[in-house]
């Protein structure tokens, strides 16, 4: 049999430079079949019944190779691959990366959680506190611990739906602030409706045409809106307490940016024993200055004690900052307002449906050698159910997290630092010494995760609820900084800005963007920060709710308009594909159509070439790594 894919004319297709190009169909794979599937495991020639244990509409005719009328299929083959790997998620978890990765991801996960909690507190009549955010987190972790198709994608509260929720709140206080907790209620009870729809109609398989145009974009357009976040916060200082307290915390924030940077520089570093700089990339949230140090730094006696400056707002043990019951009534909201609510549910779904699947997608990244098969359509499922319930339960909505997700299988990961040593003409004893990091083996495991959830429902009891209140808001001013530098500093937009700025000399001759043409990667780059600029401007406004179709409509623009502008080989070297891990694209119906004449080892030069000089590049909290 010819394991030759013959050129379909009338299939469009990602990447092509053909003019006119329309993209890649994204209602059916409508390619020629020749019996290999893009994964390379064998299917029945066409016409005959496929394999029961692939999950591909590869080769398909007629209603067949519709995904939509072919409902459940993705959530039962998600299932099915993980099932037999659960026991092995519980035994293999008796190891020391274990621990280090639940303390490294408790911290990971509850500082950035409270520090989005105080934004919405101010800007939500005080609906949402530390109780809320603390409950839905702990919801999500044990849900997804247990259930889940992809455990190691880290799941909690995020401050794009902090954004989110005050932006609904200042809608709503414009015609009756008192409903704002029923309508929030049903904002979630319609938004978990679309999530099961699109699982069970099997549409998350369009996340494996997103390539890193959007997913670059939408890690930019996060860091931004955090550091934003961080500046709002040491404002509030200024506007409450006056110009003592502002400059206080002012100072607070930036050294605790300033530490958790050392640190996290000093982890990926080449000072001291590869152990130790380990130790300090799982504890840099901990360890020395980080967190303990500056919170102990503000009750100092004197001067510093005495100024007062706003600390975390904390309310009795498990119960809501408001005096109200658990389950929201939601049952007495008028009928007008229920619908009215529809669109804003299903502007969660679009939001949730890319950032939680890209955050499945990082946590599953190129770089980790992952041997489990995730899920997608079933985890998108387990979504909308934890979605209904916090939403009754009047909790912020849980996601997956995009800086947290990757930094967890990160800590889960042995690596190792080999050496490379490159002659230089001047001859023997004059070479280059370069450490290059290599990631060994994953410690694929629910556990971790699990233990997460317990540790955020014991913060909810009175001693812990104590200690977070002698936390000064400036720290999670700091928290902001250290996560949106993270996403800005490892973007791939700002390393193309760079190349454009570095002096020609100074540039490696085996650089692949020499292969593309300035006013090219200028026009690409510019393209990715018009769309970014757009939904930070769109995000200050009361059309802030609208930022979710802004970010979802970058994955059809990327297949449809930007193969108009640029040619084959340039995308080849600006763009790669973010999901090219074959165990994630086995829960996406296989491998994205690729341009004719292209194989995958062609795509992401850039990316390929770094990590066979530096090796693989290690997670911080923030960062985008895929």
């Not at 519709?66 to 008796?94: E, K, N, Q």
């Not at 009750?299 to 004690?305: D, E, F, W």
């Not at 002698?470 to 190349?499: C, D, H, R």
Request: proline letters at 5%.
């Amino acid at each position: 049999m010819s394991h030759h894919r013959v050129p379909d004319p009338g299939r469009r297709k990602i990447g092509s430079s053909t003019p006119g190009s329309q993209g890649s169909d994204l209602a059916a794979d409508r390619a020629p079949y020749d019996g290999t599937p893009p994964d390379g495991d064998r299917l029945e020639p066409l016409g005959r019944q496929e394999t029961k244990a692939s999950y591909t509409y590869t080769g398909l005719r007629g209603w067949r190779r519709w995904r939509a009328l072919r409902p459940g299929r993705g959530m039962y083959h998600d299932v099915m691959r993980r099932l037999p790997y659960y026991w092995s998620d519980i035994s293999d978890a008796w190891t020391y990366r274990t621990v280090a990765s639940t303390i490294r991801m408790y911290f990971v996960n509850l500082l950035p959680a409270i520090a989005y909690t105080l934004d919405m507190y101010r800007r939500t009549g005080e609906f949402f506190g530390i109780n809320e955010a603390l409950f839905s987190s702990a919801l999500a972790a044990m849900v997804f611990s247990v259930l889940g198709a992809q455990p190691l994608t880290i799941v909690g509260v995020t401050g794009l739906i902090s954004l989110f929720n005050f932006t609904i709140y200042d809608i709503i206080s414009i015609y009756d602030v008192s409903i704002y907790p029923q309508f929030m209620a049903w904002t979630g009870i319609w938004a978990a409706i679309f999530h099961w729809l699109v699982a069970i109609l099997n549409g998350c398989d369009y996340m494996r045409y997103v390539t890193d145009f959007s997913s670059e974009s939408f890690g930019m357009y996060v860091g931004i809106i955090y550091l934003i976040k961080g500046v709002e916060e040491l404002v509030n200082e200024f506007d409450e307490y006056g110009s003592t307290a502002g400059f206080l915390a002012c100072m607070i924030a930036m050294l605790y940016f300033a530490s958790v940077y050392a640190v996290e520089k000093l982890g990926s570093g080449k000072i001291w024993k590869a152990g130790f700089r380990g130790m300090l990339a799982d504890y840099s949230y901990v360890v020395q200055f980080c967190t303990v140090f500056w919170v102990g730094f503000s009750h100092i006696p004197g001067r510093l004690k005495s100024t007062h400056i706003s600390r975390v707002p904390v309310t009795k043990a498990f119960l809501p900052t408001q005096p109200r019951s658990w389950l929201i009534d939601f049952w007495n909201l008028d009928v007008k307002w229920i619908f009215v609510a529809m669109p804003f549910g299903f502007l969660v779904m679009l939001l949730f449906y890319y950032d939680h699947n890209v955050s499945s997608i990082t946590a599953q990244a190129r770089q980790f050698p992952l041997k489990k098969p995730g899920g997608f359509h079933w985890d998108f499922f387990l979504l909308g159910c934890t979605t209904f319930v916090a939403g009754i339960l009047g909790l912020p909505l849980p996601n997956g997290l995009v800086p947290q997700a990757p930094v967890h299988t990160d800590s889960l990961t042995v690596y190792k630092t080999g050496l490379r040593i490159i002659p230089t003409a001047e001859g023997e004893g004059t070479e280059i010494r370069r450490p290059v990091v290599r990631a060994e083996a994953v410690v694929e495991q629910r556990v971790t995760h699990f233990l997460m959830g317990l540790a955020l429902i014991g913060t909810m009891t009175g001693p812990l609820l104590v200690v977070l209140h002698t936390m000064p808001a400036a720290v999670f001013a700091g928290v902001f900084f250290v996560v949106g530098w993270g996403s800005i500093e490892s973007n791939g937009i700002l390393q193309k800005f760079i190349y454009l700025q570095a002096e020609e000399r100074f540039i490696q001759w085996d650089e692949p963007l020499l292969q593309v043409r300035k006013r090219k990667i200028w026009l690409y780059i510019a393209i990715q920060f018009s769309a970014v600029a757009a939904c930070v401007a769109i995000s200050h406004t009361l059309a802030a709710i609208g930022f979710p179709v802004l970010i979802t409509l970058l994955i059809p623009f990327r297949i449809l308009v930007i193969p108009r502008w640029f040619a084959l080989h340039e995308l080849q070297v600006l763009d790669d594909f973010t999901a090219t891990n074959k165990i994630v694209l086995a829960s996406l119906g296989g491998k994205p159509a690729l341009p004719e004449h292209s194989t995958e080892e062609e795509w992401g030069l850039e990316r390929r070439r770094s990590e066979r000089r530096f090796g693989v590049p290690r997670q911080r909290a923030g960062s985008i790594h895929r």
